[in-house]
T-cell receptor, first 117, second 111 residues
């Protein structure tokens, strides 16, 4: 596609429910990132995929959070037993190749705003 | 945890004035990038500066990097009301591939 696409754009869910957020990266981009951003804060790194594998999942806050990218394209961020503190904008980004010392630009989607009530 | 901080946290200027915001970071890096965000949604890439570069220009943007001080600055010249947004720096710590964002500067340009 022309840009990174994220669905849903907004999601309201009840505490304790399961949520899936989808990211469709730019076609041909092998690197995919998930970030979480709370109001007034910068994006917080969650997980990075290179192809199908999670190359760095050090930012996932706990085992309620999980992400997959089974075919190396679309990715799904899964949150189990949601808590009110999970409310945030979840941003997905992709880039053509993994970061190198010369640098690659990462392109962000518009985000999925999750509200847990 | 976030890599660094932007300074100031908020900045309000008149249209036509220059806006300067600073970013500090903690570890050695491969490169540093500046992003802009409107209304808390998607971030837009502005400019990338590599660790071996000291200054870079793009249109009305000027970025400097001082790796000895672990800091960078973004200058927007002749600001416009449309420049109103939040601005973030992002670094790639050496040995990693993840982009770490600072806390952001909220810029307001008054017409």
């Amino acid at each position: 596609g022309a840009g990174v696409s994220q669905t849903p754009s907004n999601k309201v869910t009840e505490k304790g429910k399961y949520v899936e957020l989808r990211c469709d990266p730019i076609s041909g981009h092998t690197a995919l990132y998930w970030y979480r951003q709370s109001l007034g804060q910068g994006p917080e790194f969650l997980i990075y995929f290179q192809g199908t594998g999670a190359a760095d999942d050090s930012g996932l806050p706990n085992d309620r959070f999980f992400a997959v990218r089974p075919e190396g394209s679309v990715s799904t961020l899964k949150i189990q037993r949601t808590e009110r503190g999970d409310s945030a904008v979840y941003l997905c980004a992709s880039s053509l190749t993994k970061g190198t010392p010369s640098g690659n630009t990462i392109y962000f989607g518009e985000g999925s705003w999750l509200t847990v009530v | 945890s976030q890599q660094g901080e932007e300074d100031p946290q908020a900045l309000s200027i008149q249209e036509g004035e220059n806006a300067t915001m600073n970013c500090s970071y903690k570890t050695s890096i491969n490169n540093l990038q500046w992003y802009r965000q409107n209304s808390g949604r998607g971030l837009v890439h502005l400019i990338l500066i590599r660790s071996n570069e000291r200054e870079k220009h793009s249109g009305r943007l000027r970025v400097t990097l001082d790796t000895s001080k672990k800091s960078s600055s973004l200058l927007i010249t002749a600001s416009r009301a449309a420049d109103t947004a939040s601005y973030f720096c992002a670094t790639v710590p050496s040995g990693t591939y993840k982009y770490i964002f600072g806390t952001g500067t909220r810029l307001k340009v008054l017409a």
